[in-house]
């Protein structure tokens, strides 16, 4: 099987060679662009991005500014009360217990408020190298879809990946399996398996065909 596993990556790999669209170059920038974009596109965060970091470019103006103000300024994202809350907690804690930078271990990432295993595994895997695996929505859905899980939660989906996947393979799962699940291996509608490049290896069935012209 894991062989299965590595052939089907190395497949999505080639197709989708880009990084990750919340891999925003600093841990700094890539633990709040994550954060922002549960519940929320991508295109809507990285909208809104440039302007709320502007606004806010340092931990320090982070924590000093209450959370109905960062509010105001993350308004046209889902859940940005709450997301505006959990900002401005994770920038206290972050200045007060690590001396004002993003721990680089799972365990620390994930007692900051706001901050789950798969906004953590982004951290890990883009800014630090570390192998993880940040199960979201597509990843979820692709891993039921080939057979590589039964789990009922991503922390279960997560422990399957993690036993039959490559350990250096972990990071382009998320980054492939986005874009994938994005164009082909859909989720709001029915997949597209008539064009989908690892067929061959997914049980899903029926497969779907071509809509008739
Ligand atoms: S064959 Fe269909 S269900 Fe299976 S991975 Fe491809 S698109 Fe998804």
Avoid at 104 to 125: D, N, Y
């Amino acid at each position: 099987m894991k062989n299965e596993t590595s052939q089907v990556l190395r497949i999505l790999s080639k197709r989708y060679p880009q990084k990750g669209d919340m891999d925003l170059g600093t841990p700094e920038d890539t633990i709040l662009g994550v954060l922002m974009s549960a519940r929320t596109t991508d295109v809507q965060v990285l909208k809104i991005f440039p302007s709320f970091r502007k606004k806010y470019p340092t931990w320090k103006k982070l924590a000093a500014a209450s959370p109905a103000e960062i509010a105001q300024s993350i308004n046209t994202i889902g859940l940005y009360i709450s997301k505006a809350k959990a900002i401005n907690g994770l920038a206290k804690k972050i200045l007060n217990e690590f001396d004002g930078k993003v721990p680089q271990t799972m365990e620390e990432l994930v007692t900051l408020p706001g901050v789950g295993r798969k906004t953590a595994s982004c951290v890990l895997a883009y800014c630090f190298h570390v192998p993880a695996i940040a199960v979201d929505t597509h990843v979820f859905r692709i891993a039921h879809r080939l057979g590589w899980s039964k789990g009922k939660t991503p922390e279960r989906v997560e422990q399957d990946l993690r036993k039959l996947v490559a350990e250096k393979e972990w990071m382009d799962i998320n980054r492939t399996f986005v874009r994938f699940g994005r164009e082909i291996c859909t989720g709001a509608r029915a997949p597209r398996c008539w064009m989908c490049p690892v067929a061959k290896w997914c049980p899903y069935s029926p497969k779907t065909s071509a809509p008739s012209a």
